[in-house]
């Protein structure tokens, strides 16, 4: 009797050993929602990505902050010396993009920045458009190019070939086609033939300052 084990000392054990595995669940739980919470909390304080749109290619790392400044190109504006008997080229700088012929007839309209020469253009001429087919440039003007023409047959052609001498520098261009608000003239003020595109005259250029 007495190596008996009373039933009521076996339940007891069993009852005992219940709370060690309680406190092993809570422990890892609490481990597992550490864990959790601290990765959330790290991948909110990254920055987001930045996913270029379609179609957009980022460049290189090294390369950003690097892209080239717009360029510019030194052009030679022409315009007439004192006694309009010759055109003194101007040289100036001009940004090259797509809208560079449209840059320099606005310079050659607005005059030489040197004093003793003289913009054979006349006053308050306009540009209303200019464009480029094949080699040819055509040169649309506003009415006042032949309007206020002086008379005389000098003006009339430093005026025309100011522009033709001016654009056939670049190698896009071998004629110029001047048109007045829209439409084809045969001449300015009865002086020089302009109904074909014109050709470079260098035979008018005096010097290049």
Avoid at 4 to 29: D, H, T
Avoid at 34 to 57: C, W
Avoid at 68 to 91: C, H, M, R, W
Wanted: aromatic share 10%.
């Amino acid at each position: 009797m007495q190596d008996q084990i009373p039933p009521r000392k076996k339940y007891k054990e069993k009852e005992s050993s219940w709370p060690n595995w309680f406190y092993v669940l809570v422990g890892l739980a609490i481990f597992f929602a550490v864990l959790y919470f601290g990765e959330m909390i790290l991948r909110y304080q990254q920055p987001p990505e930045i996913s270029p749109s379609p179609g957009v290619t980022l460049p290189p790392e090294e390369e950003l902050g690097k892209l080239p400044p717009s360029q510019e190109e030194e052009v030679i504006l022409y315009f007439s010396n004192p006694d309009f008997t010759a055109l003194v080229g101007e040289k100036r700088k001009i940004k090259k993009d797509s809208k560079w012929m449209e840059r320099i007839l606005e310079e050659l309209l607005k005059g030489p920045k040197d004093r003793s020469l003289y913009n054979p253009i006349p006053p308050s001429t306009r540009l209303n458009a200019v464009f480029l087919e094949g080699d040819i440039a055509y040169v649309d003007l506003s009415v006042e190019m032949a309007k206020n023409q002086s008379g005389g047959t000098s003006q009339e052609l430093l005026s025309v070939y100011a522009i033709i001498d001016t654009l056939t520098a670049f190698p896009e261009i071998r004629k110029v086609k001047i048109l007045i608000d829209g439409e084809e003239t045969s001449t300015l003020c009865g002086h020089i033939d302009i109904s074909q595109p014109l050709e470079r005259d260098e035979r008018l250029i005096a010097k290049v300052q």
